[in-house]
């Protein structure tokens, strides 16, 4: 099978093409770099018996000639393509919009053109301000107002689902809306705001960890690897076409336990401080208090949902930044 990831330098995608490229597919990447690197996918050029298979264009999505060629060559599209981080977003707000609302838009389009399958990679952060636990994938999104621009990420990436459902509803393209809950992993970079990463290499280097708000938010971790399962299955699944599915871990924790869990497996001895989200982010930022996926939807229609528990997760990111990085 031939196999297009967009945005597959970057961290979930750099994962998938080692799956797909293990099972001897042929991988497509295209990734204009802007979060993702080229070390991400090094060892997998670097490896003779994979490297024939893989083909890396650096560029963007929203170049439509490219995006035709892609498209029209392999047999399934995996869309991961997108601005991404509270921080990144902030700092980007347009081309950030730009990206998610238009690239989307884009890839469907062509998709639509070729008659592929392809699955979009959205985000849990669609649910908005919820309380209650689990999220389930009819649940309503509540946003605060596009002042605040911390929503204008959640609020990019529900017009992708709608336009993701409506080019199936009207058009028949086989499309698939996988809603990613957090997800971690080694090659997850810390720069644009991701907790994790941003925790345990502040631990490891001695440095005081910083949690915002007041660290009762809580949140649930996926393991990438449980996410690539997901992903593999998913786009095989004729049921799946045309609906939206929840990929998540189900383990919650808070944020300032995850903290201090996160010190306990460095062996650290950092400091943990707490700095009011207006002090963090001074403009722009709300949270969402809890974010726990329901999978049901995910084991009913593929037989699998993640299965990492949360320590085994942590242990592997620890271990992963204590050998130095990627790959
Ligand atoms: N990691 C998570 O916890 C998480 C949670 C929810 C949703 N997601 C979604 O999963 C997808 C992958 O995220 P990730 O965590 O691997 O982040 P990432 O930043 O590592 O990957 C995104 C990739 O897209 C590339 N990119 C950005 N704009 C592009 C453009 N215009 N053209 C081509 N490439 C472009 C970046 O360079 C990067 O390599 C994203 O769509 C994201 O919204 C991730």
Not at 7 to 35: K, M, N, Q
Not at 69 to 74: R, S, Y
Request: net charge negative; charged share 25%.
């Amino acid at each position: 099978m031939r196999v297009l990831i967009t945005g597959g330098a970057g961290f979930i995608g750099s994962h998938l093409a080692e799956e797909y490229l293990e099972h001897g597919d042929e991988v497509y990447l295209i990734d204009d770099l802007s979060t993702g690197s080229l070390e991400n996918i090094r060892h997998l050029q670097q490896n003779e018996n994979l490297s024939g298979r893989l083909f890396v264009t650096v560029d963007t999505v929203l170049n439509r000639e490219k995006m035709i060629e892609l498209v029209g060559t392999c047999d399934v599209v995996f869309h991961l393509a997108a601005a991404v981080g509270v921080r990144f977003i902030l700092d980007n707000p347009l081309d950030s919009i730009i990206t998610n609302v238009r690239g989307t838009e884009m890839v469907l389009e062509v998709c639509h053109l070729f008659k592929k399958r392809v699955l979009i990679a959205s985000t849990s952060e669609v649910y908005g301000k919820h309380m209650h636990a689990p999220l389930v994938e009819t649940d309503n999104c509540i946003y605060g107002p596009s002042s605040k621009f911390r929503w204008s990420y959640a609020a990019a990436k529900l017009i992708d689902e709608f336009t993701a459902l409506a080019y199936h509803r009207t058009k028949g393209l086989p499309v698939i809306v996988c809603r990613l809950f957090n997800t971690v992993g080694p090659r997850q970079s810390g720069e644009y705001g991701m907790v994790l990463p941003r925790f345990v290499q502040k631990a490891l280097a001695g440095e005081a960890i910083t949690v915002y708000g007041d660290g009762t938010q809580t949140r649930t971790f996926t393991h990438v690897r449980d996410v690539v399962a997901a992903f593999t299955r998913l786009i095989l699944t004729q049921e799946a076409y045309g609906e939206v599915v929840n990929v998540g871990g189900v383990e919650e924790i808070s944020i300032l336990r995850l903290a201090e869990k996160i010190r306990e497996k460095s062996g650290s001895a950092s400091p943990i401080h707490i700095i009011p989200y207006d002090q963090a982010y001074p403009r722009d930022f709300e949270d969402m208090q809890r974010r726990v996926p329901s999978v049901d939807k995910l084991r009913q229609l593929t037989g699998f949902a993640p299965t990492m528990c949360l320590d085994g997760i942590l242990d592997d990111v620890v271990d992963h930044f204590r050998k130095g990085g990627p790959p």
